[in-house]
C-alpha cells in the first residue's frame, strides 16, 4: 500500500493507525474532517440515539448536517440511507458508534504515535461549513502534526469528495503523486476551484 486515505472516525481507527502499526506499508497519509488524532472536544459531542435514529425525517435531518448544499439531499438518497440504517443491526451500530465518539474515542488518540514514527507526508483536507467536525478542530489536528499540509474547500461539509468530487480529485491526486502539493504560504480552495491565500496556515509550524 503506497497511501492510505481515511475519512473522518475511521482517520483514527483505520489510516492513522495504519501508518504508525505497519509504517513499511504506508507511504503517505490522507486525512478528510478527521477525528482520533486530537483530543474530540465535549461541545462536538452528541446524543448517540440521534445517529441511530433511521425515519426518513430523522435521514434527511442528519444528511442536511453532513453537507453544506441542502440541494444534493435528494428524496432519493434519503429513501437509501433510510433503508441502509433500517437495516438488521445498524441502529445498534450507529448507537455504538456515538457512545464511542463520546465515551471512548479520546482514550484511542494517535497523534502522539504519527508524531513518533519516521515523518510522513500527510495531507489534511476540510469542508469549509464542516459542522460535525469544525475546521478548527482541523487547525488542532495540523498543529499536532507538524509538518502536515491542509487545505479547507469551501462550500463543502463533511464531505467535500461527495459535494465537489473534481475540486477534490485535484487537491489528493498531485499529493497522492508527489508526496506534497504546492500550497504557497496559506491555501483554500475556493468553490471555483482556484486557490485564494492568507486565510489559514498550510503547512504546520513545529510545536515548542
Same mark, same amino acid.
Given at each position: 500500500?503506497? +497511501?492510505?486515505?481515511s =475519512?473522518?472516525?475511521?482517520?483514527?481507527?483505520? /489510516?492513522?493507525?495504519?501508518?504508525?502499526?505497519?509504517?513499511g506499508?504506508?507511504?503517505?497519509?490522507?486525512?478528510?474532517?478527521?477525528?482520533?488524532?486530537?483530543? +474530540?472536544?465535549?461541545?462536538?459531542?452528541?446524543?448517540?440515539?440521534?445517529?441511530?435514529?433511521?425515519?426518513?425525517?430523522?435521514?434527511?435531518?442528519?444528511?442536511?448536517?453532513?453537507?453544506?448544499?441542502r440541494?444534493?439531499?435528494?428524496?432519493?438518497?434519503?429513501?437509501?440511507?433510510?433503508?441502509?440504517?433500517?437495516?438488521?443491526?445498524?441502529?445498534?451500530?450507529?448507537?455504538?458508534? /456515538?457512545? =464511542?465518539?463520546?465515551?471512548? &474515542?479520546?482514550?484511542?488518540?494517535?497523534?502522539?504515535?504519527?508524531?513518533?514514527?519516521?515523518?510522513?507526508?500527510?495531507?489534511?483536507?476540510?469542508?469549509?461549513?464542516?459542522?460535525?467536525? #469544525? #475546521?478548527?478542530?482541523?487547525?488542532?489536528?495540523?498543529?499536532?502534526?507538524? /509538518?502536515?499540509? +491542509?487545505?479547507?474547500?469551501?462550500?463543502?461539509?463533511?464531505? #467535500?469528495? +461527495?459535494?465537489?468530487?473534481?475540486?477534490?480529485?485535484?487537491?489528493?491526486g498531485?499529493?497522492?503523486r508527489?508526496?506534497?502539493?504546492? &500550497? /504557497?504560504?496559506?491555501?483554500?480552495?475556493?468553490?471555483?476551484?482556484k486557490?485564494?491565500?492568507?486565510?489559514?496556515?498550510?503547512?504546520?509550524?513545529?510545536?515548542?
Amino acid at each position: 500500500m503506497d +497511501f492510505s486515505s481515511s =475519512y473522518s472516525l475511521n482517520s483514527s481507527v483505520l /489510516g492513522a493507525t495504519l501508518a504508525t502499526r505497519r509504517p513499511g506499508l504506508v507511504r503517505s497519509l490522507v486525512l478528510v474532517g478527521a477525528v482520533g488524532i486530537v483530543e +474530540f472536544p465535549l461541545h462536538l459531542q452528541r446524543d448517540p440515539k440521534l445517529l441511530s435514529e433511521a425515519s426518513p425525517t430523522a435521514i434527511r435531518r442528519k444528511l442536511e448536517v453532513l453537507v453544506a448544499d441542502r440541494s444534493l439531499v435528494t428524496d432519493a438518497w434519503v429513501r437509501e440511507e433510510s433503508m441502509i440504517n433500517s437495516s438488521p443491526g445498524a441502529a445498534e451500530s450507529l448507537r455504538r458508534i /456515538g457512545e =464511542y465518539l463520546n465515551d471512548g &474515542l479520546n482514550g484511542d488518540l494517535v497523534g502522539a504515535l504519527l508524531r513518533g514514527r519516521e515523518p510522513l507526508p500527510t495531507l489534511l483536507v476540510w469542508g469549509a461549513d464542516d459542522v460535525w467536525v #469544525p #475546521p478548527e478542530h482541523g487547525r488542532a489536528t495540523q498543529v499536532a502534526l507538524p /509538518g502536515t499540509q +491542509f487545505v479547507l474547500m469551501e462550500r463543502c461539509g463533511h464531505a #467535500p469528495y +461527495f459535494e465537489w468530487p473534481q475540486r477534490f480529485v485535484e487537491i489528493v491526486g498531485p499529493f497522492l503523486r508527489d508526496g506534497h502539493i504546492d &500550497l /504557497g504560504a496559506d491555501y483554500v480552495m475556493s468553490a471555483t476551484g482556484k486557490e485564494q491565500h492568507d486565510v489559514m496556515s498550510a503547512t504546520a509550524k513545529e510545536q515548542p
